[in-house]
């Protein structure tokens, strides 16, 4: 990943059928260890999942395969509420695990997880062995289908960024939670964050988010992987997957650490989407989150230009 405009995009997938894997919109039952998640590993059109190709850039989809290199997730279960390590590899053409990674914002590899209703988020940042196997320890709360999306780059001359990404499903009760309702502030553990700014279909727009505290605004945020802020975003329905940086860094000279923290971000298509801003701040790593509406969706709801956000939901690192 680039500092800067660096934007990784996904164009669609299918999103699972939770009403059969489940439960979803059939009340609370059980998600048992038997269960498969549903595979999302093939590209597929973004108009079949409701959203017009010619809206989205060129992108390889949520897929576990892409230009030779596979997310082989070893951990295809877990039980909700219960820590266990996640552990996977990234392999190559060959079959073999990869084991040599560009360092990119003071990682070899960036780890997302996320659940299929986006109320459940975790950034995270494995460890790898020597044979090219990484693993974490992880809890996740509730029960259903969760994606996980390895975000990485092979040392290996003239290779690309990359985000691969693979079904996770945790056993327990299952019940069903609705999306956020969009707003333009969030709360986390004490601090204030509010959102400006629109994501638009097919335009680079500036989202800027300012942080505050007991109604003070925050100016000392400290670097975290090499930035004042990180913001993940993902696509409602079938979790199509961007990564946006700050505009600028710290130590280079005109970005200050905080209050606001800028982005230049794409949207692929209309739709709505659930926006992670990560930020450090006392030393300790927080997250806000927004649901926002682009385009059509935004349009079609009543919603202006300024596209409305809010946060709710578990995060953690």
């Known amino acids: ?5 660096r934007i990784t995009a996904f164009a669609a997938a299918l999103a ?17 260890e038997d269960e498969t998640p549903a595979r999302h590993d093939a590209h597929t059109g973004d108009s079949e999942s ?7 850039p060129p992108a390889g989809g949520l897929q576990i395969s892409e230009n030779g290199y596979t997310l082989d997730l070893r951990t295809t279960r877990l039980a909700a509420g219960r820590t266990a390590d996640l552990r996977f590899a990234i392999r190559g053409d060959d079959g073999r695990a990869v084991t040599a990674f560009r360092r ?9 997880v996320a659940s299929r209703d986006l109320n459940t988020y975790r950034h995270l940042h494995p460890t790898r062995a020597a044979d090219g196997t990484w693993s974490i320890p992880v809890s996740l709360p509730r029960a259903g289908g969760y994606r996980v999306f390895a975000d ?16 996770l499903a945790v ?20 601090y204030e964050v509010k959102l400006g700014g629109a994501l638009r279909p097919g335009a680079a727009r500036e989202l800027k988010l300012t942080v505050s505290r007991n ?11 090499g930035a004042y802020g990180h913001l993940v ?16 860094e710290p130590g280079d000279g005109s970005t200050e650490p905080g209050p606001d923290i800028s982005f230049t971000a794409t949207a692929p298509s209309s739709g709505t989407y659930r926006l992670f801003l990560d930020f450090k701040h006392e030393g300790k790593v927080h997250t806000a989150a927004f649901t926002v509406r682009a385009g059509a969706a935004a349009t079609g709801e009543g919603a202006s230009e300024e596209a409305p956000h809010e946060s709710s939901g578990e995060h953690g690192h």
Do not use: C, W
């Open 50 to 56: 409701g959203h017009s190709d010619h809206e989205s």
């Open 233 to 248: 975003a993902l696509r409602s329905g079938d979790l199509a997957y961007l990564h946006v940086h700050p505009g600028g």
């Open 215 to 225: 109604g003070r605004p925050v100016t000392d945020l400290q670097p975290y992987l």
């Open 16 to 32: 699972a059928t939770f009403g059969t894997a489940y439960g979803v919109g059939q009340g609370v039952g059980p998600v048992t």
């Open 1 to 5: 990943m680039h500092a800067g405009l």
């Open 171 to 190: 056993s327990g009760t299952y019940a069903p939670q609705n999306l956020p309702a969009p707003d333009t502030t969030a709360t986390t553990e004490g």
């Open 104 to 112: 990119e914002h003071d990682k070899e590899l960036h780890l997302i």
């Open 152 to 167: 990485f780059t092979p040392e290996k001359k003239g290779a690309e960024n990359l985000t691969l990404g693979a079904d």
